[in-house]
């Protein structure tokens, strides 16, 4: 077991390294000369010149690389070209928001999908199991943004139910984070709903077909029991693989739910940094993010062989 | 029969394939889920193509008399915030989103195919370090990836098709990997070999028809999460540039009239949605129809 565990480290190692060579690339091939920005409006030749050598600018790629990565190391993820402000800063102050909205919508999803996937498994080939296709095709073709557009149109426009856009912390005010976290959630959760039904239901009608199911049947358990209790239980673990998956997913889809209901998290941090042409934001969230997925990826990892009774030996 | 059978053995695969291809199309065509697929598909095919010659309107003429006009006979969707036709923009706008999911699968295809096939063929070092840069490029969440490439590459439909593309590489290089370590081992594969086949023609002859019909069916659900993320690239400014229509843009623009004018923002999301259920319910059909173990 340990063994696995350190071969699983071993592997991530490189893999991360990987990473920072690839968002130190995308950093090369950004339009622009930051230096340009830094420099203001007179871009004098020595000013110029002067931050070029500050910066490091003039050294070999190589070198810039590993100084980079140096500061990396170190916990320095860069900071914003505008304000300043140390990328783990910004990164700090909206990722709270961001979690709160992913784990409204991982609620809302699990509350949906995993019903649906058992159903769908369980009445396999009848209309229920119809429907539940149809209900996850829909979930994952719709565009999430469109969604929320409608929401917005009906819930928040026509009926003036819900507010349409802003942000309350559930630590602040659990009523309000409830009013404005809702439809924003729902709108990430549809998407990870239909993702999580799918494969609920696949790894329910796996458990279904074997031995100890159908004894617990043939025992005369009830058959709310023997799916809950017997199938369900065996099914969860090839969901809960699942997790690494949903993140991206999670992240990809926050991107935009933010962009539509102006929720000031993670993904609008990426957004304006782009529209602001702030590379070194656009750059440490991408590599905040992926060091994020990787290190996420090595726990489930862990944990699975920890989990599973084969692997301990 | 027994003709075929040692065909099949000593490596000709093409000879039992002609039934097997009938059974899968025959399969295809009974699961009415994936024609209605197939139908929508094509349906958005024809509309993008013909639109120059049947969409109603010109979809870049402006019209100031005719401002956020409601749907009525004349403009069957209605006007945007500077009088245009939203149906012929919906129509054009086909176009770009139809071109961003197949060029990108395609470029997607081009780049993962002959990594996968190294890495799953040749193994060893080749297949460690492509296995590595698989893993950081999807240790970045897709959208994301594209969105960091389509602001590094500037904010242009092609730049969006090639953001898309890339970040889809990793896909089917682990896909085509998989399936040549798969089909490596079969038989025949050993077989060919053992009689000292050529390695290139192994792969053409052998590997390659193969694995044609995962990479098929992934393809086909790829393309609808290419229109998806076209789509979310535009919406967010980073894709097809205005005054050219495009399904996303055209939902940005209209998230800013959900008052004044609420039909703006239907047709497009509308389009979007039917057009990547077609892709998917298209793939899963694929799937079911070239799936031998389904049955």
């Known amino acids: 077991m340990w063994k696995l565990i350190l071969n699983r480290l071993v592997v991530a190692i490189p893999t991360l390294f990987l990473v920072t060579v690839l968002v130190f690339a995308l950093q090369r091939v950004m339009p622009g000369d930051p230096l340009l920005v830094m420099a203001g409006e007179e871009r004098d030749p020595a000013v110029l010149e002067e931050l070029r050598h500050h910066y490091g600018f003039d050294q070999p790629l190589p070198i810039q690389f590993l100084a980079w990565l140096r500061e990396v190391l170190t916990g320095n993820f860069g900071a914003s070209l505008r304000t300043g402000e140390p990328v783990l800063k910004l990164v700090g102050q909206t990722l709270p928001v961001t979690i709160q909205l992913a784990v409204a919508s991982l609620l809302i999803a699990a509350a949906i999908g995993i019903p649906m996937g058992i159903l769908a498994a369980v009445r396999k080939g009848t209309w229920v199991d119809a429907v539940a296709n149809v209900v996850s095709l829909s979930g994952l073709s719709i565009p999430n943004f469109w969604l929320g557009i409608i929401l917005i149109l009906v819930v928040a426009v026509q009926l003036r139910w819900l507010p349409a856009s802003g942000f309350v912390s559930v630590l602040d005010d659990p009523a309000g984070a409830l009013r404005t976290t809702l439809m924003p959630a729902f709108v990430l959760g549809s998407g990870l709903a239909a993702t999580l039904m799918r494969h609920t239901r696949s790894a329910m009608l796996e458990v279904l077909r074997l031995d100890y199911v159908r004894t617990a049947r043939a025992k005369g358990l009830m058959p709310r029991a023997v799916i809950l209790k017997h199938a369900f239980r065996n099914a969860l673990a090839p969901i809960v693989t699942l997790s690494t998956l949903l993140f991206g997913q999670l992240l990809a889809g926050a991107v935009l739910t933010e962009q539509v209901f102006t929720i000031p998290g993670f993904g609008k941090l990426i957004v304006d940094a782009v529209f602001n042409r702030d590379y070194g934001v656009v750059q440490g969230v991408v590599l905040c993010t992926a060091v994020a997925f990787i290190v996420m990826n090595l726990v489930a990892d862990v944990l699975y062989i920890l989990i599973n009774p084969r692997l301990r030996t | ?295």
């Open chain 2, 1 to 295: 029969m027994t003709a075929l059978e040692a065909g099949s053995v000593i490596g000709d695969a093409s000879e039992v394939l002609p039934p097997t291809r009938r059974r899968a199309l025959a399969k295809f065509l009974k699961n009415r889920s994936a024609v209605v697929g197939a139908a929508i598909v094509l349906l958005f095919v024809a509309l993008a193509v013909l639109a120059p010659l049947i969409a109603p309107f010109d979809p870049n003429k402006t019209n100031f008399a005719a401002l956020r006009r409601a749907p009525s006979l004349v403009h069957w969707l209605g006007t945007d915030e500077i009088g245009r036709d939203i149906l012929s923009r919906v129509m054009h706008g086909g176009v770009a989103s139809l071109l961003a999911g197949v060029v990108s699968v395609a470029i997607a295809l081009v780049i993962g195919l002959p990594v996968g096939l190294a890495a799953g063929w040749l193994g060893g070092w080749v297949d460690a370090i492509v296995g590595r840069i698989t893993d950081a490029l999807l240790a970045v969440p897709f959208l994301i990836l594209a969105i960091a490439l389509a602001a590094a590459l500037g904010p242009s439909l092609t730049n969006a098709m090639i953001a898309i593309g890339l970040s889809q590489v990793p896909i089917f290089v682990r896909l085509t990997r998989g399936q040549v370590l798969a089909v490596r081992a079969e038989e025949f594969v050993e077989g060919a070999r053992a009689v000292g086949v050529p390695q290139s023609l192994i792969l053409a002859r052998h590997i390659l028809p193969n694995i044609t019909a995962p990479l098929l069916v992934q393809a086909t659900l790829t393309t609808a999460t290419a229109i998806i993320a076209e789509a979310s690239l535009s919406f967010l400014g980073l894709g097809q540039q205005p005054p050219a229509p495009s399904w996303g843009s055209m939902l940005n623009t209209a998230k800013n009239f959900l008052e004044q004018a609420p039909w703006m923002s239907l047709a497009p999301g509308a389009a979007i949605f039917l057009v990547v259920l077609g892709f998917n319910m298209l793939g899963d059909g694929l799937r079911d129809a070239l799936d031998p173990r389904e049955e």
